[in-house]
């Protein structure tokens, strides 16, 4: 499942460089989670950093995108080319 960044981000950015597979960026009001590219850091880590280092606990999973451990790895390895 992917994360999404909710309304209680407070754009600090603190998220953004943890992220291993550079999926958020800034947006308009906060910072965005690009679905397509977020894989809750399975195959880096043992949990989302972007959630871990958050100091508002604005990543949370987004429930309309629901993946499982497998399909969060295959997408991993499609992004870094393994």
């Known amino acids: 499942m ?3 960044i909710s309304e209680e981000c407070v754009a600090c950015g ?8 550079e999926a958020i960026s800034e947006g308009e009001e906060r910072y965005q989670i ?11 880590y ?6 871990s280092v958050c100091p508002v606990d604005a990543p949370v ?4 995108r629901r993946e499982t451990r497998e399909e969060l790895l295959a997408k991993k ?3 870094h080319g393994r």
């Open 61 to 64: 999973p987004d429930p309309s």
């Open 34 to 44: 690009d679905p397509d590219r977020c894989t809750e850091c399975v195959g880096f």
């Open 14 to 21: 603190a998220c953004q460089p943890e992220c291993p597979n």
């Open 2 to 4: 992917a994360y999404r």
């Open 77 to 79: 390895d499609r992004l």
């Open 46 to 51: 043992d949990e989302p950093q972007c959630a």
